[in-house]
């Protein structure tokens, strides 16, 4: 029997839909995340999960709050769940980013212009940086799951990017062609039936994929 980890990335802030780095910066959902989390939270609890645990910011928090009620859970929130910390970016816009530190800004977009390259601006993590914290977490997940069992973690769209990139042992250059999850989306990682570790098995699902009665059960 196989074990299965949801990796569910929060529903929208107000930030998201204005195109703002929030890294650390504690930004609670919008209505429409809360919408988001709450159409997502009865279509995750009908898999029956064990546990749900999530990054301990707002706008994760709030989501998990909502799909752990629909599973009868509490959440436990575990810090190692965050998001980059992307520094003095925290709360710019890319344009607003260019304008106010443009050295930094400079360096950011010639290493590629992503979350994964946040250590080019001043107090901002590095890939390593998260990953010392969130592979640890995830690998915990998935040890105190039973063969059978499913869980669900619930944090942020780059950080459950690399972090599934990690879990998996894809190679890092593997993120360029793996786009971060929408809000409130999901991935599924799951051991292989066959056997030799783990598969991701589903990539950005979403509560609309589950919403007509042919597409459920």
Known sequence: ?????????????????????????????????????????????????????SSDLARAAETAELVAAACGLPVARDPRLREFDVGERSGLTIAEFAAVLPAEHARWAAAGGSFENADAVSGAESTSDVLARMLPALRSAFSDLAPGETGVVVGHG????????????????????????????????????????????????????????????
Do not use: K
């Not at 919008?30 to 064990?50: C, F, H, I, K």
């Not at 990017?161 to 593997?174: F, I, K, P, Y």
């Not at 993120?175 to 570790?197: I, K, P, Q």
């Open 1 to 53: 029997m196989t074990r299965t980890l949801i990796l569910l990335r929060h529903g929208q802030t107000a930030w998201n839909a204005e195109g703002r780095a929030q890294g650390h910066t504690d930004v609670p959902l919008d209505d429409v995340g809360r919408a988001q989390a709450a159409a997502t939270a009865p279509v995750v609890a009908a898999l029956a999960p064990v546990f749900v645990r």
């Open 158 to 217: 780059a950080a459950l990017r690399v972090g599934v990139l990690a879990l998996l042992g894809w190679e890092g250059s593997a993120s360029s062609s793996l786009r971060a999850l929408d809000n409130c989306g999901w991935a599924t990682v799951e051991d292989s039936a066959l056997g030799g570790g783990l598969r991701l098995a589903a990539y950005n699902r979403i509560a609309t994929d589950f919403a007509s009665a042919g597409s459920v059960g």
